[in-house]
C-alpha cells in the first residue's frame, strides 16, 4: 500500500532556534495528516493535525504547511526547547467508508535539541 | 483522569505462549486501535475496531487476534503464530465521526525469549 515517508531521520538544533521537520506522502486520497511527538518509551502525542483542503494551521509555537502539489508535510517548530527534544511522527488518514479513523504512520524523525 | 490505559508496562514471556495485552479507556472513544513499534521505527497498525463486537485486520495481523466485547476495553492476544513477537504495543482510540485524532496509551514493551 501507499505509506507516508520522512525526508530526514534526525535533526539537530540549538535551543531556541526554529526547527522544520518535513514528510513526503504518497497517498494523493488522504485527506487529513497529523503530526505526533513520541517521548522514548511513551505513546504518542497529538501536536496538531490540518486537513487537505487547508494548506497551512498554527498551533501554540508549531506550524504546519501541507504543499498537495508535491505531496510535501512540513512541522515547524518556533524557539525550540530541549523539552521539545523526541521522536516526531506524520501519519495520513483517508476519510469516509471503512478507513475512517485510519491511520498510516512515516518512519519518525528524531529532533535533539542542544542547550 | 481520563485517558487510555495499558498494563502491564513491560512483560515477558516465553516462545510459544500466548499473550494477552490490557487497554482500557474511559473516553468514550467509539473507535479503538493495536500498533506494533519496533526499534527506529514507525507505527504499524494491527488490529481496529470502530465499534463494539466488530474489528478489522490492520496491515500486520498475522499471530495476532483482539477481541471487543465492550466499548472501553479492546484486548490484543500476541500467539505463538506470530514469528518476532518482541516489540512495543500502542494501543488507541478515536472518535468515530468530527475528529481524526488518535489518543495513545503509555505503551506495553513485550519481551519473548
Known amino acids: 500500500g501507499e505509506s507516508v515517508g520522512l525526508h530526514l531521520p534526525t535533526l539537530s538544533v540549538q535551543e531556541g532556534d526554529n526547527s522544520i521537520i518535513n514528510c513526503a506522502y504518497s497517498?494523493?486520497?488522504?485527506?487529513?495528516f497529523i503530526w505526533y511527538k513520541q517521548e522514548s518509551g511513551k505513546g504518542p502525542q497529538f501536536i496538531i493535525d490540518i486537513r487537505s483542503n487547508m494548506d497551512k494551521r498554527q498551533g501554540q509555537r508549531v506550524t504546519v504547511l501541507l504543499n498537495k502539489t508535491v505531496k510535501h508535510l512540513s512541522l515547524q517548530i518556533a524557539a525550540t526547547q530541549p523539552g521539545d527534544s523526541a521522536v516526531y511522527f506524520c501519519?495520513?488518514?483517508?476519510?469516509?467508508?471503512?478507513?475512517?479513523?485510519?491511520?498510516?504512520f512515516g518512519q519518525g524523525t528524531i529532533l535533539t535539541v542542544h542547550p | 483522569d481520563g485517558g487510555i490505559t495499558q498494563s502491564p508496562k513491560y512483560l515477558f514471556r516465553k516462545e510459544g505462549q500466548n499473550v494477552t495485552l490490557s487497554c482500557e479507556q474511559n473516553l468514550n472513544h467509539d473507535a479503538m486501535y493495536w500498533y506494533r513499534q519496533d526499534p527506529g521505527q514507525g507505527l504499524r497498525l494491527i488490529y481496529y475496531?470502530?465499534?463494539?463486537?466488530?474489528?478489522q485486520k490492520g496491515d500486520i495481523a498475522e499471530g495476532y487476534s483482539v477481541s471487543r466485547e465492550k466499548k472501553e476495553s479492546f484486548p490484543l492476544t500476541v500467539t505463538s503464530a506470530q514469528k518476532n513477537p518482541t516489540a512495543f504495543y500502542l494501543c488507541a482510540s478515536s472518535y468515530r465521526q468530527g475528529t481524526y485524532e488518535q489518543y495513545f496509551g503509555p505503551g506495553t514493551r513485550l519481551t519473548v525469549t
Open positions: 475496531s470502530q465499534i463494539v463486537n466488530d474489528f
Open positions: 501519519a495520513e488518514g483517508v476519510a469516509g467508508g471503512t478507513s475512517y479513523g485510519k491511520l498510516t
Open positions: 497517498n494523493s486520497a488522504s485527506d487529513y
